[in-house]
């Protein structure tokens, strides 16, 4: 992350010259990019590394979750990326042995975080899923994030809205990556829980990722620089 610059831009497109484009153009203005499935899986590493190559940090966004012996192994494959990315991810529905194995597979080359609720469900949705209909998403959430906390991870993924509790109950050293960042201007989109860059700073966020406030922008550094201005 560059120096007090909390903002993650997500560059969820599949178009490659696109993704450099905005790499060059944000350099110097956001602290980091995230790469996630919508781009790795149509480019592979050297997508990746094309994007990298505008050295700004890499949060790298494939949400892995499946057997513990798979994840390390799928882990393992990734940090062979160059650079390696300072962030990857797993969901931490995936449980406590799985988060070991993975935590065990990198080694710490680098931070390794866990999703916990997606920001695009509700409380009806976890509930339809099968989730105890007696706890919303922040407590759910909160399991997730101790549990995660208790696998040796660095942080999770969470709702803006989840934050507090997590805040609360587990040491200020372990990241918090928050996703549904919207300014007050922008639509939600495909994101139930959202709350503004400001808002999201003040519940305790450390890194904020946003996409279409920043990408959609006629001028994405301008509209990078204003993000952050508003966070002051």
């Known amino acids: 992350m560059t120096k007090n610059n909390p903002i993650c831009v997500a560059l969820d497109t599949p178009d490659l010259a696109r993704a450099v484009t905005l790499a060059k153009e944000l350099l110097g203005h956001v602290g980091m990019l995230k790469i996630g499935m919508e781009f790795f899986y149509a480019h592979g590493p050297r997508g990746y590394e094309a994007v990298a190559a505008a050295g700004i940090p890499i949060f790298l966004d494939m949400k892995l979750h499946d057997i513990p012996n798979t994840v390390a192994q799928g882990l393992t494959s990734l940090l062979k990326l160059a650079p390696a990315p300072a962030i990857t ?14 935590r065990d ?79 007050a201007e922008v639509a939600s989109h495909d994101q139930k829980r959202v709350a503004t860059p400001k808002a999201a700073m003040d519940a305790g966020a450390d890194i904020l990722v946003i996409g279409r406030a920043i990408t959609g922008a006629a001028d994405p550094a301008r509209a990078a620089h204003d993000i952050l201005q508003s966070l002051s």
Do not use: Y
């Not at 931490?92 to 993975?102: N, Y």
């Not at 976890?126 to 706890?135: E, R, S, T, Y």
């Not at 999770?156 to 997590?166: E, G, H, K, R, Y």
């Open 89 to 102: 991810n797993v969901h931490a529905m995936g449980g406590l042995d799985m988060m070991k194995a993975a």
């Open 105 to 183: 597979a990198v080694q710490g080359q680098t931070k390794l975080i866990a999703v916990t609720v997606l920001t695009s469900l509700s409380n009806d949705d976890l509930w339809a899923a099968g989730f105890d209909a007696q706890k919303k998403s922040a407590d759910h959430a909160l399991n997730l994030a101790k549990l995660t906390h208790q696998a040796g991870l660095d942080g999770v993924v969470c709702s803006p809205l989840d934050l507090v509790n997590i805040r609360r109950e587990l040491p200020r050293s372990f990241l918090s990556i928050v996703p549904g960042i919207r300014p």
